[in-house]
């Protein structure tokens, strides 16, 4: 059966999970309809009903990546509804990677993949996936793109990452990405780079305690 990936709609719902929804054409209400009901049980906590229904759905929707997508998602949170601090996110991968076996492009199912490769330390995986999401474009391809720096950083890469920030678009425009600039510099030694991007974060940012926090860089790189 043919994909009907390209007509769903991402919404972030709190606090159990982000889920796939759409408003479909009458030809996809069937699997919506169940798509829908699955994802209401994963909400409600019942993971194992959730679970059974979306391999369901993925062995009669075969060209269908949001199944899996769905599925993999009901894996990242834990019985509390904490992201990412279940011991099921090996679960996860494997289901994302199943996504991306049905539609290479699916690029949501390739950037969680790489959120869950960071979150287990496979740097080099997650490292990979994040390349290919900024390369694809789209709303993902920054966030891809600020994600592979944190990578890099890890990883040592200090140069690396400060570069791919420095190139993105318009880095001194946005206070995150001003800070981790500085940060950056400041694992690398360079403290007069550092304080000057400190001072534009002062700049950027109206938060009392973000703006603390750079105060506190500051002082200390003053004193260094």
């Keep these: 059966m043919r994909s ?8 972030v719902t709190a606090p159990a999970a982000v889920f796939l929804f759409t408003a479909a054409g009458a030809e996809e209400a069937g699997f919506f309809a169940s798509l829908d009901d699955a994802v209401s049980e994963a909400r409600a906590g019942d993971r194992e009903k959730a679970s059974a229904a979306l391999l369901q759905l993925a062995e009669e929707y075969p060209g269908e990546p949001s199944a899996f997508y769905n599925l993999a998602l009901t894996y990242e949170f834990d019985k509390d509804g ?14 994302y990677l199943q996504a991306l076996a049905v539609d290479a492009g699916f690029t ?20 990979t996936e994040y390349r290919l ?3 694809a474009g789209g709303d993902s391809a920054p966030r891809a793109e600020y994600n592979l720096a944190l990578v890099l950083k890890e990883q040592g890469r200090f140069a690396e990452a400060e570069r791919l920030l420095a190139e993105a678009a318009a880095p001194y425009d946005d206070v995150s990405r001003v800070r981790f600039l500085a940060l950056l510099a400041e694992d690398a030694g360079e403290i007069g780079r550092a304080i000057r991007l400190w001072k534009r974060a002062l700049d950027l940012d109206d938060d009392p305690v ?9 002082q200390a790189l003053r004193g260094y």
Excluded at 85 to 94: F, G, I, M, P, S
């Design 82 to 95: 904490n992201r990412y601090r279940t011991e099921n996110l090996n679960v996860a991968a494997a289901f």
């Design 108 to 127: 949501p199912a390739r950037f969680n993949l790489a959120v869950v490769w960071h979150k287990l330390g496979y740097l080099d995986e997650a490292a």
């Design 133 to 135: 999401v900024a390369k």
């Design 4 to 11: 009907v990936s390209a007509k769903l709609v991402f919404l």
């Design 210 to 218: 973000l703006t603390a926090l750079a105060v506190k860089h500051l």
